[in-house]
């Protein structure tokens, strides 16, 4: 499975963006598909999941209520629909995949595959 993540750019804060994570060699429907980022100097967080057959979505704790992911199996493509953005979202988020039957949702070291990074730059 090959990702592609794209959409990110600046953005003042209070803003929204929508990320776009475009799945390509293989079809992602038996996949749960995950959002990543990484701030400079930090560690990779844990954004959201959202399960193979979109039944089922988690979010972390610092963007619960402003983002929103989705997924198209038809056109093998997530989306992450980004909200009231601030600064502290700034970073380099990662669309990633992880079979439907793991478990885990928020561990990046569970998922297989991953797309290159969009960058998120909230400022005003």
């Known amino acids: 499975v090959q990702l592609q993540a794209f959409g990110g750019g600046l953005v003042q804060p209070g803003g929204s963006l929508r990320l776009t994570c475009a799945a390509s060699?293989?079809?992602?429907?038996?996949?749960?598909m995950g959002w990543f980022r990484q701030a400079p100097g930090k560690d990779r967080e844990f954004v959201a999941t959202?399960?193979?057959?979109?039944?089922?979505?988690y979010y972390g704790d610092s963007v619960k209520g402003r983002f929103t992911v989705s997924r198209d199996n038809s056109q093998n493509t997530i989306y992450l629909q980004m909200n009231s953005l601030k600064p502290e979202d700034t970073a380099v988020y990662y669309c990633a995949a992880i079979p439907y039957y793991r478990d885990s949702y928020s561990n990046s070291n569970e998922y297989d595959y991953w797309g290159q990074g969009t960058l998120v730059t909230v400022s005003s």
């Open positions: 959202i399960k193979w057959s979109g039944g089922s979505i």
């Open positions: 060699g293989r079809s992602v429907s038996t996949y749960n």
